[in-house]
């Protein structure tokens, strides 16, 4: 089965970049997406197509890609950017599975 | 705005079924997918599966051969079916709004606010 990588926790201080990449062997074929969700809260969506920022989500966040590996790029981070981070993409089959990487937390230290 | 609100019993006995629906507002359902997700308490989302307003389905592998989802249109609704249910099964259930992105790819606008079901006797 298709699966997602991703580092369990990521650690920054305020100001600083913080960088969460996500490794499968389709994403040379599929978009990533990535999802923000804080504590007893729904996932938010902050960039979708690797690397398009939806309306409402800061500039701070960027999202790029190359082969295998994508990464969430979070610039000048804010202590209100703790949270776990998903990405998720699809498998190539006909039926498209949808996969979630096993999540990162971002901790502001 | 497009609302999602799950709704169901929160409590569910081993090797019953547990029954959830979604009801969609601020929009019609139709014409898009639909999807359940869901995340154990401390652990990483998982997707169960999807179903159209036409009624066709697509399940997570894993989960396939005990779920069975369905809409109704007429009430803006969808549900979600989950048999032979263990305390693994206990988790955060969301219910969610799936689209195509131009150029491929699929991904979640909309979600709701997620519920508890907790698989115990």
């Known amino acids: 089965s298709y699966e997602l990588t991703q580092p369990p926790s990521v650690s920054v201080s305020p100001g600083q970049t913080a960088r969460i990449t996500c490794s499968g062997d389709?994403?040379?074929?599929?978009?990533a997406y990535w999802y923000q969700q804080k504590p007893g809260q729904a996932p938010v969506l902050v960039i979708y197509?690797?690397?398009e920022r939806p309306s409402g989500i800061p500039e701070r966040f960027s999202g790029s890609s190359s082969g295998t590996t994508v990464t969430l790029t979070i610039s000048g981070v804010q202590a209100e950017d703790e949270a776990d981070y998903y990405c998720?993409?699809?498998?190539?089959?006909?039926?498209?599975?949808?996969?979630f990487g096993g999540g990162t937390k971002l901790t502001v230290l | 705005q497009v609302q999602l609100q799950e709704s169901g019993p929160g409590l569910v006995k081993p090797s019953e079924t547990l029954s959830l629906t979604c009801t969609v507002s601020?929009?019609?359902?139709?014409?898009?997918?639909w999807s359940w997700i869901r995340q154990p308490a401390g652990k990483g989302l998982e997707w169960i599966g999807r179903?159209?307003?036409?009624?066709?389905?697509n399940y997570n592998p894993s989960l396939k051969s005990r779920v069975t989802m369905s809409v109704d249109t007429s009430k803006n609704q969808f549900s979600l079916k989950l048999s032979s249910v263990t305390a693994a099964d206990t988790a955060v259930y969301y219910c969610?709004?799936?689209?195509?992105?131009?150029?491929?790819?699929?991904?979640?606008?909309?979600w709701g606010q997620g519920t508890l079901v907790t698989v115990s006797s």
């Open positions: 179903i159209y307003t036409s009624g066709s389905t």
């Open positions: 601020g929009g019609s359902i139709s014409s898009y997918y």
């Open positions: 969610a709004r799936e689209r195509v992105a131009v150029g491929g790819g699929l991904y979640f606008d909309y």
């Open positions: 998720q993409s699809a498998d190539s089959s006909g039926t498209y599975v949808v996969v």
């Open positions: 197509k690797d690397s």
């Open positions: 389709a994403l040379p074929k599929q978009y």
